[in-house]
């Protein structure tokens, strides 16, 4: 043998029970799990494509729209970003990018890579954009299209999406949302909105492990797609190619790629889930739940992030970390003790920590355990005068 | 509620109050709590007893059971300055930052140095206390009266004021006013032990570990049995990731706390720093072993575990003369 067989194969791998309060991925449900033992099917099989049907109308519900071209897009959060952009900007369009933290760099430099030029309207971490000063950037810079993120992660800031895709479609422009941290946490009506393209993943609120991105795109986008000059230049992510396999339209499917057979059991499992408890009972038991956080941040003398109660995203709570106070060691030491919990990113590094509920994470014990482990580990760090 | 040993060999010996103060200026801690236990069983409506046990306790890094004597003290007598101003310097290591206000503010009224700053009106319960957070205006308005305070020293630098702005500036997060107040302090009672560890954890929680370490020594070298002293060396080793020193020095508190009631007894041993050295012991390598001795919370066993398995390399951060 060239390369011989690795010695480190021939053991278990070391795989701790953790709780992941972090920013993502969050615990897998237990029945989501077992969906993924299920036997496989072949990815073109009729008993597959039919699994596919009923993972499309799950999506369709989870997003809140009647869009004919929904799919999950074999790949993580990323790819649906990737994917959003890569159909809808061709060479020379403009985008317009909503920056409240992290996620607009990431777009931005997807953006670049599909030819198009990038302007940002800007708010600093803590913050939101609102609808006046979007139409303002809007009407300057005459994009085809705009992005923004509702679950801004990396300052637990819920974006407020209202008029922004009336002022899009006023000044004739494509309005993408990211919901991949905020899916399943907060309020999201994609149609209601007039949202042209939303995409989200798995792995946060969903509780499936990471694999699709759900996507979702409106027939206006549709149209920009199909009036497209030149190919989308990738062959993996090209929605039309990729709505075919769905069976978003009336025509006769085509082998496109393997399909992602257990994940896309898993992710029936966890819409199926979601739909039987509600929507809207699942936006509400996050707003409740992180009540409990808030009192239990202040009780231990730390607070939000973001000031504005009204702003702060439901399922992922971000902390301003105290003067004085090492951040990194607070994040060790629950780590240590099995719990995750991060800290900042991009425009945050340093300065805050960041404490996901996400779907079942989202509870009354978790929020319990995780405040008196941040409790004891601040302790751990004070002199006593 | 304050709870006491209940096998206290000095329940009977004559004059307990006296006797503890003496071992206390002797820096003989653990009995001395012991004697003032004794004290305030002979005499439950004593002020001062109270006092002294609290005093004590939190120097032996006991809070909450300082905390319960301070209350005492000051219920039998509101305006007991000494338990005033050990309560307030207690609920600012708590991170109680308006009780720690209100308290200051108490001790100011009962300072009979600086009369008429503090209407009588304004003490107790005047505000609700909803949250943990300081609330900036009456921190503002206790700032101003606190200045006008110091204006007035009677003459030159009165140290037990320095000391109050301290812990006002503390609270507030100007530690640089806090450090020069305890400065201040320092040119008046420069072998204070007590005021070297406040400039050390006024230092340290305004990010100045080297400077901290070294008036925590100078607090060591003046008291060695000063158990919150040793306390806060130990996070400041941990603070800069020397583990192992860190659990040496916890483990030294843990031992003179010990003092005087025997190895066996667990009644004056601190959860607090138990959990602290377990965080530490975590941080170390071959830490399994360790972490179940420390979680046994048995002082001579977990001597034992550490000393077999961490044999020691003095520094001289650990070189601090560790009574044994």
């Given at each position: 043998?060239?390369?011989?067989?690795?010695?480190c194969l021939k053991s278990p791998p070391n795989i701790p029970h953790k709780l992941l309060l972090g920013p993502g991925p969050s615990n897998a449900a237990e029945d989501v799990l077992q969906a993924m033992t299920s036997p496989l099917l072949g990815h073109l099989h009729p008993e597959f494509l039919k699994i596919m049907d009923e993972v499309k109308e799950g999506i369709q519900y989870v997003f809140q729209t009647k869009n004919k071209l929904t799919f999950a897009i074999s790949g993580t959060g990323h790819a649906g970003m990737e994917c959003a952009l890569v159909n809808l900007l061709e060479p020379g369009d403009r985008l317009l990018v909503v920056d409240i933290g992290f996620w607009a760099n990431r777009a931005t430099d997807m953006a670049e890579r599909c030819g198009a030029t990038v302007q940002r309207v800007v708010e600093s971490p803590g913050k939101a954009v609102d609808?006046?000063?979007?139409?303002?950037?809007?009407?300057?810079?005459?994009?085809?299209?705009?992005?923004?993120?509702q679950g801004e992660s990396s300052t637990g800031v819920c974006q407020p999406l209202e008029k922004f895709g009336a002022?899009?479609?006023?000044?004739?422009?494509l309005l993408v949302v990211d919901t991949v941290a905020s899916l399943g946490g907060a309020e999201f009506y994609a149609d209601r909105l007039e949202v042209d393209c939303v995409y989200s993943a798995t792995q946060k609120c969903l509780n499936a492990p990471p694999s699709l991105a759900p996507i979702s795109f409106s027939e206006r986008a549709l149209e920009k797609i199909k009036k497209r000059t030149k190919k989308v230049q990738s062959y993996y992510l090209d929605a039309e190619l990729l709505g075919n396999y769905w069976g978003c339209f009336d025509e006769p499917r085509r082998y496109h790629h393997t399909g992602m057979i257990s994940s896309v059991y898993a992710l029936r499992a966890a819409l199926a889930r979601l739909a039987a408890e509600g929507l809207d009972e699942a936006v509400q038991k996050h707003k409740r739940n992180v009540q409990l956080l808030y009192i239990g941040l202040d009780d231990i003398g730390v607070s939000p992030f973001v000031q504005d109660e009204t702003l702060r995203l439901p399922c992922l709570t971000t902390v301003a970390v105290p003067e004085g106070i090492d951040a990194k060691q607070v994040c060790d030491t629950l780590m240590s003790q099995g719990i995750e919990v991060a800290g900042g990113l991009g425009p945050t590094a340093g300065k805050l920590w960041r404490i996901g509920t996400f779907g079942m994470n989202s509870n009354e014990a978790n929020i319990k355990r995780v405040v008196a482990a941040m409790k004891a580990a601040l302790a751990d760090q004070k002199?006593?005068? | 509620d304050y709870s006491l040993q209940e096998a206290n060999p000095?329940?009977?010996?004559?004059?307990?109050?006296?006797?503890?103060?003496?071992l206390w200026s002797l820096g003989e801690l653990a009995n001395a709590i012991l004697h003032f236990e004794a004290a305030v069983?002979?005499?439950?409506?004593?002020?001062?007893?109270?006092?002294y046990l609290g005093s004590a306790q939190a120097e032996n890094e006991q809070e909450p059971s300082a905390i319960a004597a301070l209350r005492k003290s000051l219920d039998l007598n509101p305006s007991n300055m000494d338990a005033l101003f050990s309560l307030a310097v207690a609920y600012t290591n708590e991170s109680m930052d308006n009780s720690a206000l209100s308290t200051l503010e108490r001790w100011l009224a009962a300072n009979s140095a600086y009369q008429g700053l503090v209407e009588g009106a304004d003490i107790n319960f005047r505000r609700p206390m909803t949250s943990s957070f300081l609330d900036r205006q009456y921190f503002g308005e206790l700032e101003r009266k606190f200045l006008e305070a110091a204006q007035r020293q009677p003459a030159g630098v009165d140290a037990t004021l320095q000391n109050a702005l301290a812990v006002l500036y503390n609270l507030s997060g100007n530690f640089d006013r806090a450090i020069d107040s305890l400065q201040a302090a320092l040119t008046v009672k420069p072998e204070d032990p007590r005021v070297w560890n406040r400039l050390g954890a006024t230092l340290a929680n305004s990010d100045r570990p080297a400077e901290a370490v070294a008036a925590y020594s100078r607090a060591l070298d003046l008291y060695p049995g000063y158990v919150r002293a040793r306390y806060n060396l130990g996070i400041s080793c941990m603070n800069l990731k020397s583990n192992r020193e860190a659990v040496e020095h916890f483990l030294s508190a843990l031992q003179l706390q010990q003092r005087g009631i025997g190895p066996d007894s667990r009644q004056q041993i601190s959860d607090g720093i138990w959990q602290t050295l377990r965080s530490a012991v975590m941080r170390m390598e071959r830490s399994d072993e360790l972490l179940r001795a420390a979680e046994g919370k048995n002082v001579a066993e977990f001597a034992r575990t550490f000393h077999q398995i961490a044999p020691s390399n003095m520094s001289s951060m650990a070189q601090h003369d560790q009574t044994n």
């Open positions: 043998m060239d390369v011989p067989p690795p010695a609808a006046a000063t979007l139409e303002k950037a809007i009407e300057s810079y005459r994009p085809h299209v705009v992005f923004v993120v002022i899009c479609h006023k000044h004739g422009a002199h006593h005068i | 000095y329940l009977n010996v004559d004059n307990p109050l006296e006797e503890g103060k003496r069983q002979r005499d439950p409506q004593s002020s001062e007893a109270w006092r």
